[in-house]
């Protein structure tokens, strides 16, 4: 390992442990685990800064990373990201672990995607890989498989580098989760055409999706088996912390299910009735879900109309209000028997112009609709903030301002 490099990241990581060691963490473990258990704290907000490869642009441009080994490169990058994140105030949570993905073998179910690129490369659209009403028979199961050799170099790559200052979580979880379902509908059958398939040959579609959870249970089964699971493979997509469940741990291995968070969505579905989300998607979701010991639902579709199909999911306990939702309506159904995780638009709030007093009477008002649920605030999927950075904390300061008047 060059030498330089492993100075850079050791560096990193040293700060990453400092910053994951403050009382203040442990403060807001607290906060998350009395939450998302009902109980009454100050309203909790967690950005989702830059997802993906969209960090490289402004949260940590890629022109700062040093290293010279791409591999390390991709360690630098993901410790700079946790670093950002915690500089911007709000309640997430920085740990004094790095998790490391292996390398997968996907087997998937045998359909190669089929994508049309727009001209500038920036929009893609899915074409039917499979011709609606066509057998299913030549389809396949996948299977949990990691290429062992590869990810134990990744990991212990990395402990090489900085396993001493903050540990390295082999992560080993399934890449095929059961939050896939809407994804994969969509690639097989287009996001657009798979709309028409349902009216069109419902059979065929249901029997396509009684093979993809065949696969989905498969894979959980898999790694069930293998003891691949662990304390940091749950997802609720903010904080896992509960009093009801352990909490995250790296290289906690051979963990349940009943042990972990579980997420599931149905954007796909974001223009489709409350019956047919019914029909081709809650009735296969729920059974995926049940094994969990709590469980998400919902990223960005609107589910104002279809919150009394959800009420099904026996181990339910936090549902996604997205800036589409009817914030009121959402408030008056879920009232506390749920969290209300409340996602603001970002494109108003911080990535156009800056407009604290729009911010401050959305909020506001939201507030107001969600009084009396347990709720807290989500700014999702922040593509940009026009290279302000400032604008992340400065939002979080005007969140906590507004929420001291519900307190």
Not at 225 to 253: I, K, V
Not at 343 to 357: L, Q
Request: aromatic fraction near 10%; proline fraction near 6%.
């Amino acid at each position: 390992m060059d030498s330089n490099d492993k100075s850079i990241l050791r560096e990193l990581a040293a700060q990453v442990a400092a910053a994951a060691a403050t009382g203040e963490m442990e403060r807001k473990r607290d906060l998350w685990r009395r939450h998302n258990s009902l109980q009454r704290t100050p309203v909790l907000t967690y950005i989702f800064a830059f997802p993906g490869d969209v960090g490289g642009r402004e949260g940590v441009p890629k022109e700062i990373l040093r290293c010279a080994t791409p591999f390390l490169r991709e360690l630098e990058f993901a410790l700079r990201l946790e670093l950002f994140r915690a500089s911007l105030g709000d309640d997430q949570i920085i740990e004094p672990w790095l998790t490391i993905r292996p390398v997968y073998k996907d087997t998937g179910f045998g359909v190669a995607p089929v994508v049309e690129r727009s001209k500038d490369g920036k929009s893609i659209h899915y074409l039917p890989a499979l011709a609606k009403g066509a057998s299913l028979d030549h389809l396949t199961l996948p299977s949990h498989t990691l290429d062992e050799e590869a990810s134990r170099i990744r990991w212990e790559t990395a402990e090489e580098a900085f396993g001493d200052l903050l540990e390295v979580d082999r992560y080993r979880a399934p890449y095929c989760t059961i939050n896939r379902k809407g994804g994969d509908l969509g690639h097989m059958l287009g996001f657009d055409k798979l709309l028409l398939d349902m009216v069109d040959c419902p059979e065929w579609m249901h029997a396509l999706l009684r093979i993809l959870c065949s696969g989905y249970r498969k894979v959980q089964d898999e790694a069930l088996a293998a003891g691949d699971f662990s304390l940091t493979a749950g997802d609720s997509q903010t904080m896992c912390y509960s009093l009801e469940l352990p909490d995250p741990r790296p290289n906690t291995f051979g963990v349940g299910l009943n042990q972990l968070w579980g997420f599931m969505s149905s954007q796909e579905m974001a223009g489709v009735s409350p019956e047919m989300t019914d029909e081709f998607s809650f009735q296969y979701d729920i059974p995926l879900m049940e094994p969990f010991g709590l469980t998400a639902y919902g990223c960005c579709e609107d589910l104002t109309r279809k919150i009394p199909y959800l009420k099904k999911i026996r181990n339910l306990r936090r549902i996604s209000v997205t800036p589409w939702a009817d914030v009121g309506r959402c408030a008056e159904q879920i009232g506390q028997d749920y969290i209300l995780s409340w996602r603001p638009n970002p494109s108003s709030h911080v990535s156009r112009e800056w407009d604290p007093a729009l911010i401050r009477r959305e909020i506001r008002e939201g507030m107001k609709m969600a009084q009396g649920c347990h709720f807290d605030i989500r700014l999702k999927d922040v593509l940009t903030v026009q290279g302000e950075l400032w604008r992340l904390p400065a939002w979080v300061d005007i969140v906590r301002e507004v929420g001291a008047e519900f307190a």
